[in-house]
């Protein structure tokens, strides 16, 4: 099966290389050129537009940033459906809008191409040791016979529904994310400002009804002032805007969800969008110390 | 050792018969007489105020609900320290305000006894099981002494540090908590909302970065329609006051924690204070249908 892949970053470069590394023949297309080379020495092709990626691949998929940069791969100027043929499957492992997502399929769903959102969690170190969280939305029979490619990126893979499941089950893996993140924030700043030992007040909390993956896994690093991205908040906030947007349609009252987002904003705005998100608590640096 | 025990509620009434069991002689008082039985069952004696409390034990245990309670234990009409000789101990295991620890610890160090504060975090499954984890503030001689009595009833004990300093640690743990159970009732009214299937979204975002020990324990509750009270509604509404409170001596801003409190306030005036906290999502019940 040809596979053509679109979007090599942190994330898509090491997933392609899995899909090379599991007997795929890979057509490959980045932006920037550059970053193709590791995954041409490992046998891909490059191409120089997603059209031609379109042209010579079975499944395309495409991981890139936001949901402007998947209609521009789609729809856009040299884009995928310029050439596509029936038949085709289209794979889009960014997280975007879900509203978006569906217009996306209905509109190749025209050309009889069917596309499934397939958005991720588990960050660049699941990519690269092939244990991704992969939740997938479209039609079940195009999501049963694309398993095998899940499989060779990913560890846990849920098909969630119809076309935009996919989606807003990342939206709700981030609403549960960034909350978690603002709440470690505010439990290790409350400690420090109470003049508590922060590393022995984590360990008693971190294991009982208090803890979490971010409590776990982040919170150490904070306490080594450590704040190189695993997953930056630039992107983090990125998911909540498309959060909000999905809001937008929806009757419920989620303040929390909504201050996460203006809290994201803040940081973002304050230069801390190339962080990590644990650097989140960094937003109160100033603010705590007026 | 004699030991005392007041306040045989839900949390005191295991965490004394795991003393029993681990060898210790109890003298035990309890408001509501009849709930002393089952101790004295167990061979325990039980006495008629907290002052008699004190005259017939070495180190003298308190689980009750609130601030005022312990201030009424402790310095009240047949209050414990009519009782006190130099040299007891108490031990205040109950959840309250790490200032006015501090003030009884003082007042009580005047008549040379020493008090910890020693909250725990676990449940009624952890003080049946005596799995609780206890933090604990107050004189460190003191509290490697009272070691053994901490490891009849839990299993992680940490020495959190000075008078005050355990129930610190218990605010930093309910600030987290609070905000993990206000995240889950958004995340799981978002999937709900946007048609997802609850089990399938929460089987995948609880297994990674998303994941908190409450949406583990917790949401699958949620999915049952349990709203049984493992830790209750009010009890959590209560720790948030105290962390409230709390921050007004402090400069940080908590804006996600005050809100919290506020969700948390509103819950309790809609009557779900005795509900368990995962019950925090009917807050939104009628919200969400408006």
Chains 1, 2 share one sequence.
Request: hydrophobic residues 40%.
């Amino acid at each position: 099966m040809q596979i053509g892949f679109i979007g090599l970053g942190i994330m898509g470069k090491p997933m392609a290389m899995n899909l090379i590394t599991a007997g795929f023949t890979l057509t490959v297309f980045n932006r920037t050129a550059t970053k193709c080379s590791p995954l041409v020495e490992a046998g891909a092709v490059a191409v120089s537009s997603p059209r031609e990626v379109a042209e010579r691949s079975d499944v395309i998929v495409i991981v890139v940033s936001d949901t402007t940069d998947v209609e521009a791969v789609l729809f856009g100027d040299e884009g995928i459906s310029a050439g596509l043929k029936p038949g085709q499957i289209v794979i889009d492992m960014s997280s975007i809008s879900p509203a978006e997502t569906e217009r996306f399929a209905t509109r190749l769903r025209d050309k009889r191409v069917e596309m499934l959102d397939a958005p991720v969690t588990g960050g660049e170190k699941g990519a690269i040791e092939g244990t991704l969280a992969i939740m997938v939305g479209g039609n079940p029979e195009t999501f049963t016979s694309c398993l095998p490619i899940f499989e060779a990126m990913g560890k846990t893979i849920v098909y969630a529904g119809q076309s935009g499941s996919g989606q807003k089950t990342k939206l709700v893996n981030q609403i549960l994310c960034a909350q978690h993140i603002v709440a470690m924030a505010d439990g290790l700043r409350f400690a420090r400002e109470a003049g508590l030992e922060p590393e022995t007040t984590l360990k008693v909390v971190s294991g009982g009804a208090a803890g979490s993956w971010m409590l776990s896994n982040l919170a150490p690093r904070i306490l080594e002032n450590d704040f190189a991205p695993g997953f930056r908040i630039r992107l983090q906030h990125k998911d909540l805007r498309l959060v909000c947007e999905a809001l937008k349609d929806m009757r419920g009252s989620y303040p929390a969800t909504e201050l996460a987002y203006r809290l994201f904003t803040e940081a973002v705005e304050n230069g801390l969008g190339d962080q990590g998100t644990q650097g989140f608590i960094n937003l109160f640096k100033d603010k705590d110390n007026n």
